[in-house]
């Protein structure tokens, strides 16, 4: 016997989608954040850097985990689209591995996604197994 599964307007989207929205989404919060805190709040420019980057790794990984326990198959395209702006910079930019300020937030942002993605797909997998 079959059970009814709820289906959502988020259950509808495929998770390569989300996944773009979760990249530009946090993308720009992160550029808001990064800007906006120098005004307003009187600190170092680093550590509103490294504070924008540390919020930006929390917010990918929230969404990996919920994508990725949607869909446990999407597990490794999910991962690359979301953190694709820190995987770029790593290849791509020079200073990148030089300046602490850039990669140890946004590295700790990667590693704490890949960690939320393994546990949802996990418990994807295993709510999926128990509802067939």
């Known amino acids: 016997m079959k059970t009814e ?8 989207i495929p998770s390569w989608a989300l996944a773009l929205f979760t990249l530009f989404g946090s993308t720009i919060l ?7 805190l120098g005004p307003y709040i009187k600190i170092d420019p680093l550590l509103g850097e490294a504070i924008a980057y540390i919020i930006n790794g929390i917010i ?5 985990y919920l994508i990725i326990k949607m869909n446990p198959e999407s597990l490794w395209y999910v991962l690359l689209i979301c953190n694709a702006f820190v995987i770029l910079p790593a290849l791509i930019e020079p200073n990148f591995w030089i300046s ?3 990669w140890i937030p946004m ?3 990667v590693v704490l996604s ?15 197994d128990n509802h067939i």
């Open 5 to 12: 599964k709820k289906n959502s307007l988020l259950s509808r």
């Open 30 to 36: 992160t550029i808001v954040i990064g800007e906006g």
């Open 60 to 64: 990918i990984a929230i969404c990996c």
């Open 100 to 102: 602490t300020s850039m």
């Open 107 to 109: 590295c700790s942002g």
């Open 114 to 128: 890949i960690i939320t993605s393994i546990i949802g797909a996990w418990k994807g997998k295993r709510y999926s």
